[in-house]
């Protein structure tokens, strides 16, 4: 079972950037499906992007132009490079993977919280 963790978030103002890393345990290379989850204060968690093992990625309305998300294989990393915040994006941000395209996502890890102020 491979373990994920997130990292890369912090405080940044409206129109800023940051990016995100998410660091697997081990090899993900035939994993299936990578994804980045959200959950604002009060809201329930929402998905926000995913990238499959062919590199096919999709995004929520939401972030689409907006964010980015790759991953590197050689590294064992997955990244969601986010452009253009706005305060709607502040939220803890998850990552987390389905090995294969049968079986649930994974459980979760602590997150990483992004919060867009001035």
């Known amino acids: 079972q491979v373990q994920l963790v997130e990292s890369g978030g912090g405080l940044v103002q409206p129109g800023g950037s940051l990016r995100l890393s998410c660091a697997a345990s081990g090899n993900i290379v035939n994993i299936y499906v990578m994804g980045w989850y959200r959950q604002a204060l009060g809201k329930q968690r929402e998905l926000v992007a995913t990238?499959?093992?062919?590199?096919?990625?999709n995004y929520a309305d939401s972030v689409k132009g907006r964010f980015t998300i790759s991953r590197d294989n050689a590294k064992n990393t997955m990244y969601l490079q986010m452009n253009s915040l706005k305060p709607e994006d502040t939220a803890v941000y998850y990552c987390?993977?389905?090995?294969?395209?049968?079986?649930?996502?994974?459980?979760w890890g602590q997150g990483t919280q992004v919060t867009v102020s001035s």
């Open positions: 990238i499959s093992n062919t590199g096919t990625t």
């Open positions: 987390n993977h389905r090995k294969r395209s049968f079986t649930p996502w994974g459980s």
